[in-house]
């Protein structure tokens, strides 16, 4: 089929995806019992305010029109290109402000948030995976399946509490609540991601001291995440070491490393792959929780808090953010699996 | 001196239900230049022979006793390090199934390449790639195809250029077990060739190890014949088929059906492959031995020089049997 | 073969409980990983006892301020300390499982009841049907869980049910999905086939022969669906979306916990913590132990 032409086929299945998943999201959000608004207002305010209220948010209108506004909200390119970020509807809470504004511009947190713990998750993951494949049954390999158990058991703010008791308040070394010191101004805004604007910026310093930031929280969630990895690396490359090209790698007289690293992790890593794929959607749910945790100032820590407002438009362009990202993942990690593997195209 | 000199060679394979020997007592030797041709049922052994040959006993399985030497050399004493300097530039391995020996992820070039940066450290890419293509020219491969990938290729062609691959280097020593087996007839046949003509080119040593002792026979100059892990009978090829010994191997060649021969009875040994878990006592092939004693049942058989560099493990070999086959 | 064919139902689910007794005790002869589900057995069964029996043991009312002196560290009187409120943290731990386990439960038992009859009827009859239900599973089941727990629990707002709910609806494509694979592979079996041309129905087709060989599948799903609604329910919490203030309850404390953590209070935040760690540890043993045992994927 060639790389070209499965790209192009996979971006347009994405299509029918998408509508179905904001479809799913209105579903859920409005056809669920409880009036939003009265919720919102916790039957504390006047009908006539409600009344308002409904009328502004557009909650008065029968089902399909709200469907309708919704959907033209969202795909409303020109809407898109003026602010920057699509229209989700405004805010319960003030009813001025854009929902949209709000998310976009909490996500890049969210995003740094979820790349670094991504690294740091695979990296353990799949060196300890590796060494466990290599200690087959050895007291090494039952340690660190016991590891990737126990950490997966853990609530991920559980240990994000603990390290920040350790690091942060005995041993004062990193500071929660900012993304970077507050004594240093955030790198121009670029890509939103301060390590990576600091870079672009030429600012090692800069570099350091949001990268201070990020490494509880993404140490957090990355240790959390890593059991999954440890435990798929190991069961793949075992299966992997078992076939009869590794053997023959091994009769060839190339080296140990070769072999292991280009022979069976590079043929084992196409599931683990597409595992990170699917591991993003665990890793925006336990962001949430590791945001409220750290107060990091990212799209969880934002849906945590208007839930608190019961500000429920913003909740639910909140989940369609989510939902769209991880739509985007799973695309991205489908191009990149067909790249690795020749076999996909044909 | 002789290339290959093996003595007494014991293989464990050890699991929780128990320890299977896979490989008893084996002692052979091997000249260069020379084709010895390994037969047997699966589970008799040979592969895990043939792999423990490299060193490459398949995990759980352990070498326990003996000596493997390879030029005077005892292999099984060197460093892990020296091992694989020997393993694909001075004994190459053939496997059985060319859909799963090479890696699915990396262009046959690149799988030359490789091999050769791996023994030569300071050979360039292009270098390695002019050679790759003469070792595959003289196989039948097109060199337009050293960009493919393995799975872009047929079997035939994916068993030739493992070939290649093992002779790529110029080895002395080339054990291939079971070529063909997953191939058809037809590719067979050229793939034996294949094999006869790159070994008289090279002078290489052959180590043929298949469960079609047809093939075996007409290839190579010497036969072992393996059951249960032990070596039942031992010597030239011609010797074994003018004058086989041991009930298995007359056995084996009994059934080997002849085209030109037209109501044949198609023979076969009766009973099964020996639990190795739990080996008979005695002569393990006494449960489908025609021609069993008492003692058969109690004592185990050592392997006995009858003359003619012919070599036999049974108490009571069928005189009759000889006769029989055509 | 031949005999599944001529088991009745009932036997069938005679059979399954017969065999069940005797092979807890072969369990611990299975090696390493029957004894990891054994140990998964015995953690989650003693910490439901404990729950069960608290209201017996506990030596005060969990919920009564000031039994004792305010954020008193661990003691003989209060081997756990007190809470903010003054509140025994002993008897709140005994007691404190309680909406953990029933949220998990009701939350497991409605993802089974719905996702595995949906993935078995939907596998089943197959086509266009089944591909669409199929997509829709998909979505859900690629979407973030906790993300989707979060909404419908705000929407639907506090209370046990209402977490179950939410929990439960993440969870549904789980089942669906391995029970539509087992199934998927079973269907093209011969000895299906075979039933299916003797005329046996659609519903004895699926009961005797499909259901028997995806029980194993569906029981390892079941516990790590257990292990990760306690850790759900615990998040919920942790946000703001659990229960009401005046049940005791394990995720509640280790929110409450973490405000004492900054005047050095350890320990109202540790034992629920601990309590936690220990029940989603259990099912996660039950749950790889017995994957483990269910497909020896690597035998020597």
Redesign the interface.
Known sequence: MGLRSYIITRIILTIPTLLLLLTAVFVMMRVLPGDPVALHFEKKATPEAMEQMRHLLGLDKPLWAQYADYIGGIVDIGYLLQHGYPNLGKSMQTTTEDVGGQIFSAFPATLELAIYSMIIASVIGILLGVAASKAYNSVWDHLIRGFGIVTYAIPVFFLGIILQLVFGVYLGWFRTGLRISPTVQPPAHITGLYTIDSLLEGNLMKFVESFKSLLLPSLTLGIILSGVFIRLTRTNMLETFRLEFVTAAKARGLKESTVTFGYALRNAFLPILTMMGLQFALLLGGAILTETTFSWPGLGRYIVDRINFRDYTAIQGAVVVFGLFVTLVSLVVDILYAYLDPRIRL | MPLLEVKSLTVDYRSSRGTVRAVEDVSFSLEKGETLGLAGESGSGKSTLGLSIIRLTPVPGRIVKGQIKIDGTDVLKLSEDRMRVIRGQKVAYIFQDPMTSLNPVKKIGAHFVELMQAHEPNTKKEDALERAKTVLNNLGILTERMNDYPHQFSGGMRQRIMIGLAIALNPVLVIADEPTTALDVIVQAKILDLLESLRKTYGMALILISHDLSIILERCDRIIVMYGSYIVEYADSTELYKNPIHPYTQGLLRSIPNIELADQKLSAIPGSPPNMLNPPKGCRFWPRCENTKIICKSKEPSLVNVGNNHFVRCFSPPEEGAKDIE | MMEKKEMSETKVKRSILARLLPQLRSLSKR??SGWMVIVGIVIVAVLVIMTAIAPWIAPRDPNRANVGPLRSPPSLQFPMGTTALGQDMFSRVLLGGSVMLQVSAISVFVCFLVGVPMGLFSSYVGGNLDKAIS??ID??Y???????A???A????PGVINMALSIAVVYIPSYFRIVRSQVLSIKELTYVEAARSIGAKWYTILLRYVLPNVVPSIVTVLTVNF?DAV?TA??LT????GVSVDIPDWGYD?TKG?EL??SGG?WV?TFP?IM??LL??GF??IG?GLSELLNP??E?
């Open positions: 090696g390493p997509l829709v979505a859900v690629a979407f973030p869980g906790l993300v989707i979060i909404a419908i705000a929407v639907l707002g292990a850790l615990a998040g942790f946000i703001g979306l280790l973490r953590l900054s350890w935040i913590g936690i760690i989603a540890l996660t043993f790889e994927k690597l020597d």
